[in-house]
């Protein structure tokens, strides 16, 4: 068998999503938000999905939203993080059947057991998303949803080139700082691969205000967003490496009033598992329809 692959410290992940759950309410505002947007794309279904999990489940703010949406009669939610699941627990007592303590790269779920998995701002932190994804349609019935936001690539572009530039020029070297997001393109490509029928991916930014970039980083380490990336430097970061980051931050994306813009980049991918019912493309050369009656008369450029 292949070594697998190792991007992400998931022992890493699993402590800081553990002190984040302590803390939860006063930094879950972006999960908030995505979970609102997750829950519209839900909304446009015309399916109803009696069995659903919601994958990396953070406090519950996915399970608080989404209710019964989608005529989900049982909402399972589920988090590496023993601490978060216990949160999500508490936080929707009501509407959800039970918590399940588990990793994202691990589903132990039973194959075709599933009409609807979700998942919000989670699958970044996956180590073999393309294994992660094929273990998720397994689990899905026929016909069943995909449906999960993740960040994407120019996610805090500018704090992760300020971070760099500040560990250089403060100690000499640069520690490995850059997650290797997917993109758009490769989001579509990879739910194919998995074998995922219907892909749709989009993406949006979400623009938060700050006052300065050590607030920004004091929310990413609030939320147990901060970097995880295995090959990290396992140092403390110095304080004078942070405040050079943020000054160069502010001299470079400061507006005139003094505050700053923090870009999240999320992508949001929909999927179904294969089934018969669902609509295929017509073979090639089986096309009922002359292009030219479609299109109608096309005027010759030369006249």
């Not at 489940?57 to 996915?62: A, D, N, R």
Request: charged fraction near 25%.
């Amino acid at each position: 068998m292949a070594d697998p692959i190792t991007v992400f410290d998931r022992q890493i992940l699993k402590l800081r999503r553990d002190r984040a759950a302590t803390r939860a309410q006063d930094f879950n505002f972006l999960f908030a938000e995505t979970a609102e947007r997750l829950a519209d794309r839900l909304d446009d279904t015309t399916r109803s999905f009696p069995i659903a999990v919601d994958l990396g489940c953070h406090s519950g703010e996915l399970g608080q939203i989404i209710g019964k949406r989608g005529e989900i009669e049982q909402l399972y939610q589920a988090d590496i993080s023993q601490r978060y699941a216990k949160a999500a627990q508490a936080n929707n007592a009501s509407n959800t059947n039970g918590t399940i303590v588990a990793d994202e790269e691990f589903l132990p779920f039973a194959e075709g057991s599933l009409d609807l998995i979700l998942s919000n701002l989670s699958l970044h932190w996956v180590n073999d998303l393309p294994g992660m994804l094929l273990q998720a349609r397994r689990a899905l019935k026929s016909d069943g949803l995909f449906l999960a936001s993740m960040l994407g690539g120019e996610t805090l572009k500018d704090l992760r080139e300020a971070l760099m530039t500040a560990e250089a020029e403060e100690e000499g070297g640069v520690s490995p700082r850059v997650s290797p997001f997917v993109d758009v393109k490769d989001a579509g490509a990879l739910l194919q691969r998995s074998g995922f029928a219907l892909p749709v991916v989009d993406a949006d930014d979400l623009l938060i205000d700050y006052p300065d970039a050590l607030k920004l980083m004091r929310d990413l380490s609030g939320m147990g967003e901060s970097n995880i990336v295995a090959k990290r430097s396992k140092k403390f970061t110095k304080r004078s490496t942070l405040a050079r980051a943020a000054a160069i931050y502010h001299e470079r994306h400061a507006r005139p009033d003094g505050r700053i813009h923090a870009k999240f980049q999320i992508i949001y991918l929909t999927a179904w598992a294969p089934d018969e019912s669902q609509p295929k493309p017509l073979r090639r050369g089986t096309g009922q329809v002359s292009l030219v009656d479609f299109l109608g008369d096309v005027p010759d450029k030369n006249n």
